[in-house]
């Protein structure tokens, strides 16, 4: 079971590490795998096991960045880390804006426009990884896509 399910969500988990913003993707990914694992047997339904591997990836991201914040604090910056293969793509030129509005959002309206529309997850899955209600979700994505229609000059997403 759990080779099936790397083997079909492996690939989607380093790109969303990356999008929010992880240095090291694949770690992120591959940690969320091993918790899985040591928890396999208190998972009550295996179906729930994309959703807790995308919620663990959120965690994991978002506790990475902030350590990495309060690292860089008190050190001097890192040289930059290797790009996950979907982040060289969205780095083309025609996306290099979008990239750079998404940015600079909010964690969280960075965290529910990644996994709305490039996980293409519905708004409670979204709510589901993100550890909010529906509701809350739902604002996070409605104010995220205003302000990058603002950053974007007004362009129409």
Not at 44 to 60: D, G, I, K, S, W
Request: glycine share 6%; with cysteine.
């Amino acid at each position: 079971m759990l080779e099936e399910l790397f083997a079909a969500h492996y690939p989607r988990l380093v790109g969303l590490a990356g999008l929010l913003g992880a240095d090291d993707p694949e770690d992120v990914a591959q940690e969320a795998f091993a918790r899985l694992h040591g928890r396999a047997r208190a998972l009550r339904r295996p179906e729930t096991a994309p959703a807790y591997l995308r919620a663990t990836v959120c965690n994991l991201a978002r506790n990475r960045r902030r350590h990495l914040r309060l690292a860089r604090l008190r050190q001097p910056p890192p040289p930059e880390p290797a790009a996950a293969a979907e982040l060289v793509v969205l780095d083309r030129e025609e996306h290099r804006e979008l990239a750079g509005a998404l940015d600079r959002l909010s964690r969280r309206q960075r965290e529910a426009l990644v996994l709305r529309y490039w996980l293409d997850l519905a708004d409670h899955e979204v709510a589901e990884a993100m550890g909010v209600s529906p509701g809350s979700a739902k604002t996070h994505i409605r104010r995220g896509l205003a302000a990058l229609q603002r950053a974007l000059g007004g362009a129409s997403l």
